[in-house]
C-alpha cells in the first residue's frame, strides 16, 4: 500500500467540540453544531487553552525580539505605543551587548529582588532585568541604566497563544496536541451537559489525564540540551 506522503493533519475548533461531545455521548456523527452549542465549546477551549498557558506549555511560541536601550532609561513599556509592541506572556532569557560586541546573559531578577535594589537609577553596564508582565501591558527594568545609547537587548519570550473566535479557526498549537484537547474538552463539558457518572466521563477523564501529561512532558522536553561530562576531583566522570 502506498502512503499519503502528507503531514499536515489538521482540524478547526468546530471539529474538536464535535469530537469532545461526541466523547460524551451527546453528538451524533451525522449533527450539525447549533450556534449556541459551538459557542459554548469555544469559550471552554479559549478557557482551557489559557490555563495550559498558564501551566508553562508552549515551546512553539517562544519568539526572539530585539531592544536598543537608551541613555540612563532603566524601564521599557511592552505593548501599544510601548518600546515593543508586542506583550510577552512571559521572557525567559535576555543578552545584552555593547556596540556591537559579544552578547552577554543577564541575570533575571523577581519582583522583590528588583524592588530591593536601594538605588535603582545607578547608571553603567546593564547587568540584571525585571519583567513585570500586567494586564494589557508589561514593563521591562534593567539595572544599571545603561550610560550610554549602545546597549543592545536581544531576548527570549513566550507569545501568548492566540484564541479561537469562530469554528472555522485552527488551533495555534501542533496536531500533536489535538488527541489531548478533545479529551480535556470533554472533561470540561461533562458538567455543562450534565454527563457527571457515566461510564463515557469516567473514560474521558481517565483519558484527559493521560493525554495532557504524554504531550506537556514532550512538549517540555522536547527543547532537549547539551550534556556536559567531566571529573571531580577524586578522578570520577560525571
Not at 116 to 129: A, M, S
Not at 130 to 145: A, C, K, S, V
Amino acid at each position: 500500500m502506498a502512503v499519503s506522503s502528507s503531514t499536515d493533519f489538521v482540524s478547526s475548533a468546530s471539529t474538536l467540540i464535535e469530537d469532545a461531545r461526541r466523547l460524551l455521548g451527546v453528538h451524533a456523527e451525522e449533527e450539525a453544531l447549533e450556534a449556541h452549542e459551538l459557542d459554548t465549546g469555544l469559550r471552554w477551549l479559549t478557557r482551557m487553552l489559557k490555563a495550559w498557558e498558564a501551566d508553562g506549555i508552549g515551546s512553539w511560541v517562544l519568539t526572539q525580539g530585539t531592544l536598543t536601550l537608551v541613555d540612563s532609561d532603566g524601564d521599557y513599556v511592552f505593548g501599544s505605543g510601548g518600546s515593543f509592541t508586542t506583550v510577552p506572556f512571559e521572557i525567559t532569557q535576555i543578552r545584552i551587548s555593547h556596540d556591537g560586541g559579544n552578547e552577554i546573559e543577564m541575570v533575571r531578577l523577581s519582583r522583590d529582588d528588583y524592588y530591593r535594589l536601594p538605588n535603582k537609577t545607578t547608571e553603567g553596564f546593564p547587568t540584571c532585568w525585571f519583567y513585570d508582565r500586567q494586564r494589557d501591558n508589561g514593563t521591562l527594568y534593567i539595572w544599571p541604566e545603561p550610560d550610554d545609547s549602545l546597549y543592545d537587548l536581544a531576548f527570549t519570550y513566550r507569545r501568548r497563544i492566540m484564541d479561537l473566535d469562530a469554528g472555522a479557526d485552527n488551533f495555534d498549537l501542533p496536531p500533536e496536541w489535538e488527541m489531548a484537547i478533545a479529551n480535556n474538552l470533554a472533561k470540561y463539558l461533562i458538567p455543562v451537559y450534565g454527563r457527571g457518572g457515566t461510564p463515557e466521563a469516567k473514560q474521558v477523564m481517565d483519558d484527559a489525564i493521560t493525554t495532557y501529561q504524554i504531550i506537556k512532558a514532550w512538549d517540555v522536553g522536547s527543547e532537549g540540551g547539551s550534556v556536559f561530562i567531566g571529573h571531580d576531583e577524586f578522578g570520577r566522570y560525571r
